[in-house]
């Protein structure tokens, strides 16, 4: 299995480009659209309120709750194929997770604006795990201090992101909009919160 490692300045980046292979990952890609509720939610900008430009859900252990962006995620169980994918993950990383953050791209226009996942719940330095499914994006970071320090990823269908040390702390990221023509993009982010 390939492992690509990115040793970024304040944090670590580990990138699995075939973390499952193309039949198993289409396979999942179509369980996940069939078995995971997906929703549309309103999230806080800058004060004002929005539609989120994706479809998202939340599944976490029992007790475990999750903000951001002026939104109260209540977690649903995980589901059989969420648990056995995190499984795998967590066997692979060395890292726990309690939590998964589900979203759906539906196209090209579907996006997550600059961000790092540095909520207190969090931690100092959060771990994220990152599994992508379905039509390839590009995913962008940079650095919060030093704006010449950026990096792009081809997300990979069946890819595995792995988020480390500093990253969230030093580094933002986004999923920009593509004017391509592109399917449908799901991607699981599992992370700890206490």
Known sequence: MKIETFDLKD?????????FISEEADFILERLQQVI???Q???????????????????????????YSGLKLKPEYFPEIILKIKNRVESFSGFEFNSCLANLYRDGQDSMGWHSDDERELGRNPVIASVSFGAE??????HKTDKNLKEKILLKHGSLLIMEDG???????????????????????????Y
């Open 11 to 19: 944090a670590q980046l580990r990138y699995i480009p075939e973390f």
């Open 37 to 39: 509720p997906w929703k």
């Open 41 to 67: 939610d309103r999230i806080k900008l800058f004060g004002k309120e929005h539609m989120q430009p994706r479809l998202s859900a939340f599944f976490a252990e029992p007790d475990i709750n999750y903000s």
């Open 137 to 142: 994006r590009i995913f962008h970071l940079k």
């Open 167 to 193: 990253m969230q702390h030093n580094w933002k990221h986004q999923l920009p909009k593509t004017k391509k023509i592109i399917g449908p993009r799901i991607n699981l982010t599992f992370r700890t919160i």
